[in-house]
């Protein structure tokens, strides 16, 4: 019986060990994603000039010994500005994955569960998704100011409902189990139902949408510094560095060539271990495994 329950217990990272072994592109994707964040956290130990470092002198040079990714219009070294840059954006994608899961969660399930609230909340999610991800984007970032913060309460806003939509489906079929029905009957208060009957059974569905929301958040965020309406130029970001060196395309390409793969990378490897997770934790595709 203690085999079972050990068994039982940690069903899901059982099951991403086997689309690990079977999928071998889900490990290099988790490898991947794994390296860019080491490098992002160790960056003042990694980065081998200043990122900030002035240089005119050695302006729009090629990838040298010294300068491995070359050096941008002001002479910084984009090796080092990429790796430090990495961090803004990784933060961006953390911190909206992070809010919108939590936004999300709470629509859903306030959607799914009550049936009174069922009808206007789906109004409010399907409103927020008649708009294009982008234009609703600029248009938050325009009314709340272009900052960091800002950047990530907008982007939140705006995949808040691809969250809320799945929870609130998984919620709707969750809320008339047995169990469920059970526990109302025996008087158990209705945030204990949401915590300890519906919330850990889709938790599932949740980490799997803040894998998938952590790359979009990066690309919307990379879109928006490209257009000049994300993060302050003064910020470091793969996107505001691709927008400051798009005026040299054709010239100096590995301004722009360098932090577009590593946003190409991140983004591939988190859809891709977004993929293994779903499939991991899926109890019908687990079993396919």
Known sequence: MATASISTSLPGEAGLFRVMLR???????????????????????????????????????????????????????????????????????????????????????????????????SRIIDAMMAFPDILLAIALVA???????????????????????????????????????AARALGVATWRILGNHILRNVASPIIVQATFVFAYAMLAEAGLSFLGVGVDASTPTWGTMINEGSQYVGNADWIIFFPGIAITLCVLSLQIAGDGLRDALDPRLSREL
């Open 143 to 181: 009314a709340l100011g272009a900052s960091l913060v800002n950047v990530i309460i907008a982007l939140a806003i705006v995949y808040t409902p691809r969250i809320a939509r799945v929870i609130r489906a998984a919620t709707l079929v969750i809320r008339e189990l047995t169990y469920v029905e």
């Open 23 to 121: 999928r071998p592109a889900v490990a290099i994707g988790l490898t991947i994603f794994a390296i860019l964040v080491l490098t992002a956290v160790f960056a003042p130990f990694i980065a081998p000039h200043d990122p900030n470092k002035l240089s005119i002198a050695h302006r729009l040079r090629p990838p040298s010994g010294d300068n491995w990714f070359g050096t941008d219009e002001f002479g910084r070294d984009v090796f080092s500005r990429a790796i430090f840059a990495g961090r803004i954006s990784l933060s961006v994608g953390l911190g909206v994955a992070v809010l919108a899961s939590i936004l999300g969660v709470v629509l859903g399930l306030v959607g799914g569960f009550f049936r009174r609230l069922d009808a206007p909340v």
